[in-house]
């Protein structure tokens, strides 16, 4: 039974199959075409490898080309492209689904294809599902393991962020943090780790740090950030910062 003639963009969380909500569940199922992001023709999609549970055979599978490069042309191509191309198969009259690794709205490539879509293809109708981000299952996974990670209390400000491209930028960030009583969530970390972690170490803060990698895959590792060692990590890893806590605490 397919749904509405509409694009859902879905957030299909950071990994584990189980941490997809029921909507999301509900419009995979009911959709004609799924559609997810590759960063190249034949590679696999994250998004579509989480939620792989959730595809049947009779579905059709619709990969979405949007390159991991630096210029700017060759990305806006793939959107405009991956937004007129969803909407022809909602004009057609099919449910489509576009599914978003982590939460749909935060750093996410489908929402490049949401602007695409207000800018291109008004008439479209589009609905969005929200979805667990690896910032907040990180933070689960180290409450889990013994390690409790409260993202933010009371007045503290939480700032999700990629990972600063310069040491005289981290270091000025991790002053402001600690001035205004920010936890810092870096994303984007991967080959970056090999300088940050030294700097860390050198200001003292490895202790306050929780480094997260694959969270949600079977191979997930997280664990204080002065047990990982300086090497490259690969680039689903994040990092959470805090250099203080409120006064009032149990
Ligand atoms: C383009 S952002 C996507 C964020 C995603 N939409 C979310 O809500 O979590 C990619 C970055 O998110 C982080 N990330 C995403 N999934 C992750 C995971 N399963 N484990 C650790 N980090 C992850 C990494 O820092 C990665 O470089």
């Given at each position: 039974m397919h749904g509405l003639a509409q694009l859902t963009l879905v957030?299909?969380?950071?990994?584990?199959?189980?941490?997809?909500?029921v909507a999301a569940v509900q419009a995979i199922e009911a959709a004609a075409v799924v559609a997810y992001p590759v960063a190249r023709e034949g590679a696999e999609g994250m998004a579509a490898r989480i939620a792989a549970p959730w595809i049947s055979p009779q579905q059709r599978r619709l990969p979405l080309v949007f390159p991991m490069?630096?210029?700017a042309e060759p990305r806006r191509q793939a959107w405009h492209a991956a937004a007129d191309a969803l909407a022809a198969e909602v004009a057609a009259g099919q449910a489509v689904v576009l599914l978003c690794e982590g939460?749909?709205?935060?750093?996410?490539?489908?929402s490049y294809v949401l602007l695409a879509l207000a800018q291109r293809r008004p008439a479209c109708p589009v609905r969005v599902i929200p979805g667990i981000s690896a910032v907040s299952a990180a933070a689960a996974a180290a409450s889990s393991q013994?390690?409790?990670?409260?993202?933010?209390?009371?007045?503290e400000p939480l700032l999700i962020r990629?990972?600063?491209?310069?040491e005289a930028e981290l270091t000025a960030l991790l002053e402001q943090a600690a001035a205004t009583g920010t936890v810092l969530a870096l994303l984007k970390l991967g080959h970056r780790w090999s300088w940050v972690q030294p700097l860390l170490a050198a200001r003292g803060l490895l202790e306050q740090a929780l480094f997260a990698q694959r969270?949600?895959?079977?191979d997930q590792l997280v664990q204080?950030?002065?047990?990982?060692?300086a090497a490259e990590q690969p680039y689903f890893s994040l990092l959470l910062i805090r250099q203080g806590w409120p006064a009032v605490l149990p």
């Open positions: 957030g299909v969380g950071p990994g584990d199959p189980q941490l997809i909500t490069v630096a210029e939460d749909s709205s935060l750093y996410a490539s489908c013994g390690h409790p990670w409260p993202l933010a209390l009371q007045q990629p990972t600063p491209e310069t969270v949600g895959w079977p204080p950030a002065v047990l990982v060692s």
